[in-house]
């Protein structure tokens, strides 16, 4: 139930922001076919030519500013079958002539010659029989014939009526099989249903309930959100120009504190890192959680906006949130001076790598915030300036991200067909970034929990997660990534 609550309330923390979703704009840009990712390259970091369209990276960033440092260095310590019955035809008697009866006496001549006669009639008569008796075995071979024909007649009805004796005792019995069957039905729809139906009903009701309580508690908690976070805990002592200058003037501790790097602007909160090699670092951009969106405008982006600092126990802000301290004041830190950059990454294993610049600098709006890197150190991959080592030639030259101006999902800088709306790298890619065409890293991009992710599961079928691709490639979300900033000092 808990979990449910927490998954309505995380729906609707993403219904909360609605008009402010980058990604609302539509859905067709969906269209283009989700490739399956991981195994082969079918990363959507780069956007390809197609046909006469030619791509030409061609910028020219001012260099980003070197030389020699407003500080003087510090000292540092290391740190899933009928039987045929013939018929016998009696012959007649061959006769002698004498009469038949023995009172009659022997008989007369006359009589012998009738005798005669009547023996030659009879042989006349025998022939005539003789003649008739195959007719008379015909006629009563096709009698048996008829008979057995008659015979088996009437066995087929006597089967016949077997038969239908049978059937309409198997009829009987379907007849009061249907009869229960029908009387079960009649029951169980005159009283099973309407109890289950009762039982349906009271659950929907119950459901009903819940989401009723489900809909106050988000409402209440969009009411809490109108408010941005306010932190409670006390704001140090000690503040200054930037980080660098804190720790000079004793602000050791990395927590929250408040800068002022000149006097024609406010001042404002910035987590100081003051431990990680020697200190002295303003976190601009900080990701560990999931908990703030980042698909966010550009005067959003211009502003800052998350979290700066939380306290956890220790009863001061010692603890970074997730956010972006604001492309106004990135910029102005850096064009101070000499300005060096760090970005620390971490994977779901808890393995860490870096990326260092010992030169960054970004241009003022009115150039788009265009970034300017150089000198690389570190083991995650120079992103910024070589692109993603996995594509080649233009490919790769896509995705390098020195000299690009900043985009956002209301603001297309990018290299990707400038003018065209249905192509812009931010839309795609999730968030705020010094997009190209588009990227090889993205830290400003979608937070996906456990690292692996498909193109499937992304808005528009590309990479659009926390990505630094030189390291775990496209379709790996790092579980953190930060970047800080401090005045480079060359004797550091
Ligand atoms: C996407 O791929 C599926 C199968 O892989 C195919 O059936 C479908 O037509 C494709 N859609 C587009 C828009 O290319
Ligand atoms: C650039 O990428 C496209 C598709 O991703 C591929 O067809 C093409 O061969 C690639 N070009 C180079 C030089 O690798």
Request: aromatic share 10%; net charge neutral.
């Amino acid at each position: 139930m808990k979990a449910l609550l927490l998954l309505f309330l995380c729906v609707s923390a993403s219904w909360a922001q609605d008009d402010l979703q980058y990604d609302d704009y539509d859905l067709d840009a969906k269209a283009s076919n989700a490739t399956s990712p991981g195994t082969s390259l079918d990363a959507r970091a780069h956007r390809p030519t197609t046909g006469r369209e030619t791509y030409s990276s061609s910028r020219n960033p001012p260099p980003p500013i070197s030389g020699g440092s407003r500080y003087r260095g510090r000292p540092t310590p290391a740190p899933v079958g009928g039987r045929r019955e013939q018929e016998k035809v009696e012959q007649p008697e061959a006769g002698g002539c004498t009469h038949a009866s023995e009172a009659m006496g022997v008989l007369c001549p006359t009589g012998c010659e009738l005798k005669t006669m009547m023996v030659k009639q009879e042989r006349n008569v025998k022939m005539a029989i003789n003649q008739l008796k195959p007719d008379v075995q015909e006629l009563s071979s096709s009698t048996n014939n008829v008979y057995n024909y008659v015979h088996s007649m009437s066995n087929s009805l006597r089967e016949r009526q077997r038969v239908f004796t049978g059937n309409s005792r198997v009829m009987g019995q379907y007849t009061d099989q249907v009869e229960e069957q029908h009387a079960y039905i009649k029951e169980t729809v005159d009283t099973i249903f309407p109890s289950n139906l009762r039982v349906l009903q009271g659950v929907l009701d119950k459901i009903r309930l819940k989401i009723q309580k489900l809909e106050k508690a988000i409402q209440s908690q969009k009411d809490q959100c109108k408010d941005p976070c306010i932190t409670t805990c006390p704001i140090p002592v000690v503040s200054g120009k930037e980080c660098e200058d804190i720790y000079r003037r004793g602000g050791r501790d990395s927590q929250m504190y408040i800068i002022q790097p000149d006097s024609f602007s406010p001042p404002y909160k910035v987590f100081c890192d003051q431990t990680t090699n020697n200190g002295g670092w303003a976190l601009v951009q900080n990701r560990l959680d999931g908990s703030v969106d980042f698909g966010r405008r550009w005067d959003e982006y211009r502003r800052g906006f998350g979290n700066i600092a939380f306290s956890s126990e220790k009863g001061f802000c010692e603890t970074p949130g997730e956010y972006w301290l604001g492309n106004d004041r990135i910029s102005h830190l850096t064009k101070m001076g000499p300005t060096e950059v760090l970005i620390e990454m971490q994977d779901w294993t808890g393995a860490k790598v870096h990326a260092q610049y010992r030169q960054f600098t970004i241009q003022s709006e009115t150039s788009n915030y265009m970034l300017a890197v150089d000198g690389y150190s570190g083991n995650a991959g120079n992103c910024f300036l070589e692109g993603a080592l996995e594509l080649f030639g233009v490919n790769r030259t896509m995705t390098i991200h020195n000299g690009m101006m900043f985009s956002t999902h209301d603001r297309d800088n990018d290299n990707w067909n400038p003018g065209d709306p249905s192509k812009q790298c931010s839309r795609e890619d999730g968030g705020g970034w010094w997009y190209n065409r588009c990227h090889s890293a993205n830290p400003n991009g979608r937070y996906y929990m456990g690292g692996s992710y498909t193109s499937q599961m992304s808005k528009h079928g590309t990479d659009d997660g926390m990505v630094w691709m030189n390291w775990k490639g496209s379709w790996y979300s790092l579980k953190a990534i930060s970047m800080k900033i401090r005045p480079y000092i060359a004797s550091r």
